[in-house]
């Protein structure tokens, strides 16, 4: 396991993911990568430890910018992604819901595929992902 920040994680993930060429595609990429960061900020942070909830806090008194995706690692980032797709956090715009269950979901299996959270500890949150997935699917479709 490569012992990286949320931060770390994710400039490497959405660079990975430079393959969408199309503009729109582009921006929409990045609206969706915009949210996810103020949903770890503002909204993750509640299903943290108390111990890490802590330390946060800590680092928000030394002014840190955005203090979960410089303290908090991939195993965090991992657990924080089934609540990025539930209802109340899905993003209004048809084709940005899609882009957004997409990325979370390429993101999950990417974290354990690059081997940056260990498999049997984190495996549970990867299956809660796909079903958050799949559930957010069914309601984009409706």
Same mark, same amino acid.
């Given at each position: 396991m490569?012992?990286?920040n *949320? $931060?770390?994680v994710?400039r490497?993930?959405? @660079?990975?993911?430079?393959?969408?060429?199309h !503009?729109e595609? /582009?921006l929409?990429y990045?609206?969706?990568?915009?949210?996810l960061r103020?949903?770890l900020?503002h909204?993750?942070v509640?299903?943290?430890?108390?111990?890490?909830?802590?330390?946060?806090e800590?680092?928000?008194?030394f002014g840190? *910018? $955005?203090p979960?995706?410089?303290?908090?690692? @991939?195993?965090?980032?991992?657990h924080?992604? !089934?609540?990025f /797709?539930g209802?109340s956090?899905l993003?209004p715009?048809?084709?940005d819901?899609?882009?957004?269950?997409?990325?979370?979901?390429r993101?999950a299996?990417w974290?354990c595929s690059?081997r940056?959270?260990?498999?049997?500890d984190?495996?549970?949150?990867?299956v809660?992902t796909?079903?958050? @997935?799949?559930?957010?699917?069914?309601?984009v479709?409706?």
């Amino acid at each position: 396991m490569d012992p990286v920040n *949320a $931060e770390t994680v994710l400039r490497r993930f959405f @660079a990975c993911s430079g393959h969408v060429r199309h !503009p729109e595609s /582009l921006l929409r990429y990045e609206r969706v990568q915009c949210h996810l960061r103020d949903y770890l900020e503002h909204v993750a942070v509640a299903r943290l430890s108390t111990a890490d909830r802590e330390l946060l806090e800590l680092e928000r008194q030394f002014g840190t *910018a $955005e203090p979960y995706v410089q303290v908090m690692g @991939a195993r965090e980032l991992l657990h924080a992604l !089934p609540d990025f /797709l539930g209802a109340s956090q899905l993003l209004p715009d048809f084709h940005d819901r899609l882009a957004q269950i997409s990325v979370a979901s390429r993101l999950a299996q990417w974290l354990c595929s690059r081997r940056l959270v260990q498999r049997e500890d984190s495996w549970g949150d990867v299956v809660l992902t796909r079903a958050a @997935a799949e559930q957010a699917r069914r309601s984009v479709a409706l």
